[in-house]
């Protein structure tokens, strides 16, 4: 079995087309959607919900609509969420999905493979990655999983995936979907225990594990 290498996952992505990188960007952002439908306003769900369709939508396309990527990313970096700069609420928590999901829409419009490559988030994923970790680990009854690992899994199979295809097709869109999916499924079984952690942490000042 391949040992996780975040170099390395970078450079072979940031060495693919735009379009694969866009993709991958698309397929990040994915994964953390649960966090974003749970805690993030109706209007700010809907937006979000917006800029996946069109980061999916135009990955693929030689000429994707600029003007509607640049009204979703100005848009989505104007959302009441965006303004809870300090850790003072659980809102705090959707500030690096809702990152993924900016990247995901500016991967599509960049102007440049480098661009694109600037911003896939696969480090934002592996923190957020962690900080639910953390608060599965501290609830292991609730919780049984390794979203950690099951993550780095998830990146290097990506990377796999965008590999073994030349050209863009729905098997390859059902295939990244796939995998976005099942992350997010890990993710949306432990939102509780995160969500409670949080809260614990900066309300009732209760480090984790003693809960």
């Not at 700010?44 to 396309?61: D, I, N, Y």
Request: net charge negative; glycine share 4%; aromatic share 8%.
């Amino acid at each position: 079995m391949s040992t996780y290498n975040y170099q390395q996952i970078v450079q072979q992505t940031r060495s693919m087309p735009q379009w694969k990188i866009s993709l991958a960007c698309a397929t990040c952002a994915l994964k953390v959607t649960p966090i974003l439908y749970v805690l993030c306003l109706p209007g700010t769900r809907k937006l979000v919900e917006e800029c996946l369709e069109f980061a999916w939508g135009f990955s693929t396309a030689e000429q994707p609509p600029q003007e509607e990527g640049v009204r979703l990313a100005r848009e989505l970096q104007l959302v009441p969420e965006f303004g809870c700069e300090t850790p003072d609420s659980l809102v705090f928590a959707t500030s690096a999905p809702l990152d993924l999901v900016r990247y995901a829409v500016e991967s599509v419009i960049a102007k440049t493979t480098l661009d694109a490559s600037n911003s896939v988030g696969f480090s934002v994923v592996l923190e957020i990655a962690d900080s639910i970790q953390s608060a599965v680990d501290a609830f292991p009854a609730a919780v049984k999983r390794e979203i950690v690992g099951a993550e780095e899994a998830s990146q290097m199979s990506l990377v796999d995936i965008l590999q073994q295809h030349a050209d863009p097709s729905a098997e390859l869109i059902q295939a990244l979907r796939k995998e976005s999916l099942a992350i997010a499924a890990l993710i949306s079984e432990a939102l509780p225990a995160y969500c409670y952690a949080f809260v614990s942490e900066l309300v009732c000042n209760i480090p984790l594990g003693q809960q």
